[in-house]
Each structure stands twice: as structure tokens, then as C-alpha cells.
């Protein structure tokens, strides 16, 4: 029997083994699906640069468009909410070059902003996490890298850069360039990109006071990418980076609504808001050190910042977050591997200085250290972790209140046949009390109960993986989640006040012969919780059932690829306990397809010129994502929208 190959956490295969460069032939980039070994079950889908170039995608929307458990709201930017196998925004994060927060300035916006030009790769962790993947990884995260220099420079090249420029039909522009070189051990890249988007119109039957647009939905964002690099050879390399996303234009008040919906449009209260997210980033990458045969670790500094000028002043609220991270491999008879480190994170809330009236700060700091075995027992792989967490949290009433959490995780791979795997884990994580929101603090007392300790998470789960002669793939799984201790707030009071169960399963298939390919994924999870207290809105948001599909032929003369890409989501029915409101909340069900064609004019990957028409029959719907008011003013969906980019890397 052919000796199955040895694959490590998921962490480091999403994000490290297989990056493409820019010139890779597409039958090496385009891997669908990365087999984790290091923690059954979880398989991931990763997307490059390069992919993302041969796209019209300006968010991170219509990058993970295809894949169906996860779903993002209406909207542009922060309007946006995301979840992840129906979980919501106060249980998932996005890291970014392992930098990542819990905290958030205000419950109306999405908490999420990262700008998907400036992405190495990117990919999505499902499910409570293994004890190596980090604090607070209790329901999933999207984790991406940043591109450095030489991922886009060619072999024999020490200097160049890349442009490129896009329009939309539905009012919005888009363009973007970067630059970037080596000598030496050295290299270096500066990267921009600006996005513009103009008040969007959804599909065919909208309509509202104010007209065929959504009010206020426009806006202009701006990415920024600066890495200096030194390797000192091919296995160590020191670099620092500092990226920062703007967006910036008139909001509504409350982003995930317009009111003009139901003839209210005075409660849009709309007003100019500009949201910055700096991030600054130390970080050492090397291997084969003796003993330690890989060492990932970095120390970072995370502001996010809300401004909203006005004759008044500038109001502005901050979250600031310091974190560091040291994660260490070592190679055990040429066989094993054991992984163990420590994990640091220390947020502070910092409300608008000009008309606060409660002056306690909020701050919070988790700790976390871990071992995990990856033990190769062929045909077995077996993973056991242990992973202990603290955290200490002060509150605006001068309060305090800290704990510890020991969590365990295995996990299980039978390789039946080289083609063939059964797999199973069952995973423990926690995740602290999260802070109160920066944009209310100042102004509001927040208590909490004596005994408020952190959540905890299980997750078990088992799937399979099945290969074709690298033609057919077919993976699914099944998995049964429980958090207890879940944090609610009722009266400006925190305490432990539920218990939250979600169960589902995932179906994927992927077909290929010669420059035809097709692909379908299913999703279905359906959280439940026991208490009213909590603001489901924030922690889950059950979806219904989605199905991604995909048609698509690679000519080679002239080099152009032409494909459909539907998602279809299916009715569903919860009852809501929101802040203000409860009862049933129905969400229709709604296809929508994309057409799309990626044209290389040069047959070589330097030069994309893309169209699309993304939702061609003009479909109206509302995303189950997004926030749902019991009298429907939460946003649509964008209408039919075309299309056309170009890229050059010179």
C-alpha cells in the first residue's frame, strides 16, 4: 500500500504549504480542497492571489462565494454580518498574519474588515478548534495571509509591479497598484487599493419611499499594505508590515437597516463615519533550529477606530488591541510531530472622550498555552491537544472578574485506502466574556455577575474524504456542537444565561476532466438556544439550507475560461430574541447565478482581463445573514451588476 503523506495542522496547511505564485500553471494553483491530517474533519478551501486575480471580486462577499457554510449579510462593508456555519459575529474572528480581536465598537455594524487585494491566501477553519489554533477558537474563524514580495516577483525578477482597475454597472469602481523588490536578503512591498461604490439598487420589486436605492449603502473604502522582509536564509525570515482598511462616506446610523423600507426614513439618522482598522505586525518565520523544526511567531498592535465628524466635533471610539503569539514544531523520530506555544491578547475599549460620562475604560487579557501531539500510526493519524486558557476582564463598573479553562481536543484519521479516509474529532475550546461595546461605554454602566466565567465549547464530529484519480473528489461531514455558559446581558448585566446547540452536516463533490470542471457543496446547520436573554443576533443566526454550484471550461487557445456559479438557499423559519424585539422571523428562501469569464491575453497569468454578471436574473432577496427586523428593514442584496476588471503584474 502506497505510504499516505504526512500533513500537519490546519493552521499551516491553509496557509503555508502550496502558496502559488503568480506564474503557476492553474492545474498546480487550483487546489480545491487541503486534507488536514493534523485535525479530522476539517478540510478547507484556500484561495490565492492568483485566484482572486482572475476574478471581479472587491470583497470578501464574492471571494467565499462558493463556499456554503459561510454567509455574509447585505450591503457594503461594515453593513455586512458574517457567520459561519450559522454562527454570528460575537463567536467567530478574522485573523489576519495571526492578528485578530474579540472586541467591537457597536452592534450595528459587521465586525469585520479586510480587504481582499492585499491576500496571499486565504481560507476558512470550521468548528471548534484543535488546541494549537489559538484563543477564543470555539465556532470558526476566516483566516487569511497578507502577500509579501515574493509572492509576486518572478524567478530571476528583483523589482516589480502590478495595477490594476475595475467598474460596475451598479454604480462602483474600483483600482489598485502595488510595488515590489529584493536584493539581498531583503524585500519589500507597498500595496494599495481604493474602492468606490455608489448607493446600490437591489433586484426586480424593490421599492421604498425614497426610491429604486438603498439609502446611504454607498461608499469608499481604501486598503494599504507596507512589508519589509529579511531573510537570512531559505528557512528563517524576519518581517514587518503595517496594513490599514478605511472605509469612509454617509451612514445610516444602524448600517444593517434602511427604514425608508417601511416609511420611516427620518430613523435612518444618517451621519459621515469613517472607520479605520490599523495593524502593525512583528513577525519571525523559521525551521529546521535543532530541536525545533518550525517556529511561527509574532507580536502585533490592532487599533480600531470610529470617527463621526461633525460641527459638534469628531466623535471617536477605539478598540485597542496588543497581542503575541509563539508557536513552536518539533520532530519526533522522524515521524511525529509535537506542537506547543503560547498565546497573549490584551483589548481596552475606549469610548468618545467628549461626552462620556463613565470613566472606567474596559480592558481584558487572555492568556493561553498548549501541546498537541500529531502522532503518524499508519494508516492512522492520530492528533491529541491540551490547551489551558485564562483571562482577567474589568468592566465599566470598576468590576472585575477572571478564570481558567483546561480544554482538551483529539482527533482521528483512517486512511482505508490511498484514496479513501475516514476521520472524526471531538474538539473543547473557550472563549472569554467579551467586552462592552465601544460606542456605548461612555455613556452606560455595565455590571456583571461575581461568577461570569468564559464559554465553553464541544464539538464533535466525524466526515470523509474520497478521491478519484484526481478527478472525482467527494468529502462530507457531520457535527454535533454544544456551548455552554454562553455570555447574556439583560439591564446592562453580564452573566453565563444559556446553552447553544447546533447540529449539521456538509456535502462537497468536485469533478474535473481536461478543461471542464464542476463543483456543488451543500450546508445545513440549525443552532437552537435555551435563553432569551441572549442577543441571538450577535451569536447565531440560523441559515437555511445552502447549496453552491459550478459549471466552468478552460480553453488553451486563446487562454480563456468561461463558467456559472449559483448559490441557492432554502427557507427558514427561528424564533428571534433580539434587542427590542422577538417573536418568529421567517426568511424566504432564493437562487441566485453568476456568469463569469476570466480572459489571459498574454496565455500567461501576468495579465487578467475579467467580466461578470453577477446576479444575471435580477433577483430581489435578502441574505439570512443579515440582521432581520420583525417589520423587514434590513438590507437586500445587490441587483444584477456587471462587471469588467483587468490586472498587469510587470
Known amino acids: 500500500m502506497k505510504k499516505p503523506i504526512f500533513r500537519l495542522s490546519l493552521l499551516t496547511m491553509s496557509l503555508v504549504a502550496g502558496f502559488a505564485r503568480a506564474d503557476t500553471p492553474p492545474e498546480k494553483a487550483e487546489l480545491p480542497t487541503v486534507q488536514v491530517k493534523a485535525e479530522a474533519t476539517s478540510s478547507t478551501r484556500r484561495i490565492t492571489t492568483k485566484k482572486i486575480d ?18 455574509f449579510g447585505g450591503g457594503n462593508a461594515t453593513s455586512q454580518w458574517l457567520t459561519i456555519r450559522g454562527m454570528g459575529q460575537d463567536q467567530i474572528d478574522v485573523k489576519v498574519d495571526n492578528t485578530y480581536s474579540d472586541s467591537q465598537i457597536f452592534h450595528h455594524n459587521g465586525r469585520f474588515l479586510f480587504d481582499p487585494e492585499l491576500v496571499k491566501v486565504v481560507a476558512v477553519q470550521k468548528g471548534t478548534g484543535s488546541a494549537s489554533v489559538g484563543i477564543g477558537a470555539t465556532s470558526g474563524a476566516i483566516v487569511a495571509q497578507t502577500v509579501n514580495a515574493k509572492d509576486l516577483l518572478r524567478d530571476g525578477q528583483n523589482v516589480g509591479f502590478k495595477v490594476g482597475a475595475g467598474v460596475s454597472s451598479n454604480k462602483g469602481w474600483n483600482k489598485n497598484t502595488s510595488v515590489y523588490g529584493r536584493a539581498g536578503g531583503f524585500d519589500a512591498l507597498l500595496a494599495g487599493n481604493w474602492v468606490t461604490e455608489r448607493d446600490y439598487k437591489p433586484g426586480k420589486g424593490y421599492s421604498s419611499v425614497t426610491g429604486d436605492r438603498i439609502n446611504n449603502s ?113 520532530r519526533l523520530f522522524d515521524r511525529h510531530t509535537l506542537k506547543y506555544g503560547i498565546n497573549w491578547r490584551n483589548q481596552k475599549t475606549k469610548p468618545n472622550e467628549a461626552t462620556r460620562t463613565v470613566f472606567v475604560n474596559e480592558e481584558k487579557t487572555d492568556v493561553g498555552a498548549y501541546v498537541e501531539g500529531i502522532w503518524d500510526i499508519h494508516p492512522v493519524t492520530l492528533t491529541t491537544g491540551l490547551r489551558y486558557d485564562h483571562f482577567d476582564a474589568e468592566f465599566s463598573s470598576g468590576q472585575s472578574v477572571s478564570d481558567g479553562t483546561l480544554n482538551p481536543s483529539v482527533g482521528l484519521i483512517y486512511d482505508v485506502t490511498p484514496n479513501f479516509s475516514l476521520n472524526s474529532s471531538l474538539n473543547y475550546a473557550s472563549r472569554s466574556p467579551r467586552l462592552s461595546e465601544a460606542a456605548l461605554i461612555g455613556g452606560r454602566v455595565y455590571t456583571v455577575d461575581s461568577n461570569l466565567k468564559a464559554e465553553r465549547s464541544r464539538n464533535a464530529e466525524i466526515g470523509f474524504n474520497y478521491r478519484w484519480n484526481d478527478a472525482l473528489k467527494l468529502e ?26 447546533n447540529k449539521g452536516y456538509e456535502l462537497a463533490a468536485n469533478y474535473q476532466w481536461r478543461g471542464f470542471k464542476a463543483r456543488a457543496g451543500m450546508a445545513y446547520n440549525k443552532p437552537k438556544i435555551n435563553n432569551t436573554g441572549i442577543d441571538s443576533i450577535m451569536t447565531f443566526i440560523p441559515v437555511g439550507r445552502t447549496w453552491t454550484t459550478g459549471l466552468s471550461y478552460q480553453f488553451d487557445h486563446p487562454k480563456l475560461e468561461i463558467g456559472w ?43 487578467n482581463v475579467n467580466f461578470a454578471v453577477n446576479n444575471v436574473g435580477n433577483k430581489y432577496y435578502k441574505p439570512h445573514t443579515q440582521r432581520e427586523s420583525t417589520n423587514g428593514n434590513s438590507l437586500p442584496e445587490v441587483g444584477r451588476d456587471f462587471r469588467l476588471s483587468m490586472n498587469y503584474r510587470f
Open 565 to 607: 456559479r449559483g448559490r441557492f438557499v432554502q427557507r427558514t423559519n427561528h424564533e428571534a430574541y433580539q434587542r427590542g424585539s422577538g417573536g418568529g422571523t421567517a426568511r424566504p428562501g432564493y437562487g441566485v447565478n453568476d456568469i463569469y469569464a476570466n480572459w489571459k491575453p498574454t496565455g500567461k497569468d501576468n495579465f
Open 218 to 330: 454607498g461608499l469608499s473604502q481604501r486598503g494599504l499594505l507596507g512589508k519589509i522582509g529579511y531573510s537570512f536564509n531559505e528557512d528563517n525570515r524576519l518581517s514587518l508590515s503595517h496594513r490599514q482598511e478605511r472605509t469612509y462616506g454617509e451612514r445610516n446610523l444602524r448600517e444593517e437597516f434602511d427604514f425608508a423600507q417601511r416609511n420611516n426614513t427620518a430613523n435612518n439618522n444618517p451621519r459621515y463615519r469613517i472607520l479605520t482598522q490599523d495593524t502593525t505586525n512583528l513577525a519571525y518565520d523559521g525551521s529546521n533550529l535543532g530541536f525545533i523544526s518550525k517556529i511561527n511567531t509574532n507580536v502585533y498592535k490592532k487599533t480600531d477606530k470610529r470617527e463621526e465628524p461633525s460641527d459638534k466635533g469628531n466623535a471617536t471610539t477605539k478598540v485597542e488591541t496588543l497581542g503575541a503569539n509563539l508557536n513552536l514544531d518539533s
Open 54 to 71: 482572475e476574478t471581479t471580486a472587491t470583497d470578501m462577499k464574492e471571494v467565499l462565494f462558493n463556499e456554503p457554510s459561510v454567509s
Open 476 to 501: 462530507g461531514s457531520y457535527f454535533d456542537q454544544k456551548i455552554k455558559d454562553v455570555q447574556a446581558v439583560q439591564n446592562r448585566r453580564y452573566f453565563n444565561g444559556g446553552t447553544l446547540k
